[in-house]
């Protein structure tokens, strides 16, 4: 399997994120476009290759958080679908094999009696930019080797409108599953239904582990089966992100992955 780390808010650059993931024996970086340093207009190809071939490493990305190619005013939906598409040109010429993005939920109103969201009571218009936003990510990905990876966070039980949308991009084989298995603990493992009835579809995993509502801790501190994880990660050929959010914990957590896991 090959296993890779995020970029961690304490690294103060791609070379020194870089460096650690060398000296930690990883194989690749997920570049967080959360990230200021990491926006589609300052992300230069040849000195993240150069990066890349010096310390032999690759790239994975993981898309903006909030992105949001559903959003109802049409101008911001192009923009995040423009960005998108941009990304992919980027993922091309470095050799990137997987985009990682959440579905976003939206916003909601709140009734006496209940939340309703928008995107489930205008889920024509919301599943219909989706399909859109799918189709594009396809014409532009091409014959490339790239997957865009759906991550789940948590949200699959209790929002249907998103595994309606989910399906709608999975019907297209450029899109693929990210298995978060920290998300899937702290939501009461309500995600792994959905995500083994297309289990044929995992590509990518985010490893770290979780203690109740407690996400991104430390290999070994929290209660998740880690093992049980990796081994349907290796059956699904799943590249793997150890996705804990500090240079200490990820330290840690490569140890605890060597003496105990592999």
């Given at each position: 399997?090959?296993?890779?780390?995020?970029?961690?808010?304490?690294?103060?650059?791609?070379?020194?994120?870089?460096?650690?993931?060398?000296?930690?024996?990883?194989?690749?970086?997920?570049?967080?476009?959360?990230?200021?340093?990491?926006?589609?207009?300052?992300?230069?190809?040849?000195?993240?290759?150069?990066?890349?071939?010096?310390?032999?490493?690759?790239?994975?990305?993981?898309?903006?958080?909030?992105?949001?190619?559903?959003?109802?005013?049409?101008?911001?939906?192009?923009?995040?679908?423009?960005?998108?598409?941009?990304?992919?040109?980027?993922?091309?010429?470095?050799?990137?094999?997987?985009?990682?993005?959440?579905?976003?939920?939206?916003?909601?109103?709140?009734?006496?009696?209940?939340?309703?969201?928008?995107?489930?009571?205008?889920?024509?218009?919301?599943?219909?930019?989706?399909?859109?936003?799918?189709?594009?990510?396809?014409?532009?990905?091409?014959?490339?080797?790239?997957?865009?990876?759906?991550?789940?966070?948590?949200?699959?039980?209790?929002?249907?409108?998103?595994?309606?949308?989910?399906?709608?991009?999975?019907?297209?084989?450029?899109?693929?599953?990210?298995?978060?298995?920290?998300?899937?603990?702290?939501?009461?493992?309500?995600?792994?239904?959905?995500?083994?009835?297309?289990?044929?579809?995992?590509?990518?995993?985010?490893?770290?582990?979780?203690?109740?509502?407690?996400?991104?801790?430390?290999?070994?501190?929290?209660?998740?089966?880690?093992?049980?994880?990796?081994?349907?990660?290796?059956?699904?050929?799943?590249?793997?992100?150890?996705?804990?959010?500090?240079?200490?914990?990820?330290?840690?957590?490569v140890a605890y992955l060597k003496s105990h896991l592999l």
């Amino acid at each position: 399997m090959q296993f890779g780390m995020p970029t961690l808010i304490e690294t103060k650059s791609i070379e020194e994120c870089a460096a650690l993931c060398g000296k930690l024996g990883l194989d690749f970086i997920e570049i967080s476009m959360d990230m200021p340093d990491y926006q589609v207009d300052r992300l230069s190809t040849d000195k993240l290759r150069q990066i890349a071939d010096q310390y032999n490493i690759f790239y994975t990305i993981h898309l903006e958080g909030f992105l949001d190619p559903c959003a109802f005013n049409n101008r911001v939906a192009k923009a995040y679908t423009d960005t998108v598409l941009q990304v992919i040109e980027i993922a091309k010429k470095l050799d990137i094999p997987v985009l990682n993005m959440h579905l976003n939920r939206g916003d909601h109103f709140t009734l006496p009696d209940r939340k309703v969201s928008l995107y489930d009571v205008y889920k024509k218009e919301y599943l219909y930019k989706l399909t859109d936003f799918r189709n594009k990510c396809v014409t532009a990905i091409g014959d490339a080797d790239i997957k865009i990876c759906v991550e789940n966070c948590g949200d699959y039980a209790r929002c249907p409108f998103i595994v309606e949308g989910l399906d709608i991009l999975l019907q297209d084989f450029k899109f693929a599953l990210c298995f978060d298995i920290g998300h899937n603990a702290a939501a009461d493992y309500s995600d792994e239904p959905t995500v083994m009835k297309r289990a044929e579809r995992l590509c990518h995993m985010h490893v770290h582990d979780a203690k109740g509502l407690k996400n991104h801790l430390t290999l070994g501190d929290g209660n998740v089966d880690i093992k049980k994880y990796l081994i349907l990660a290796k059956e699904h050929n799943c590249r793997a992100v150890l996705e804990v959010k500090t240079v200490d914990g990820l330290r840690k957590s490569v140890a605890y992955l060597k003496s105990h896991l592999l």
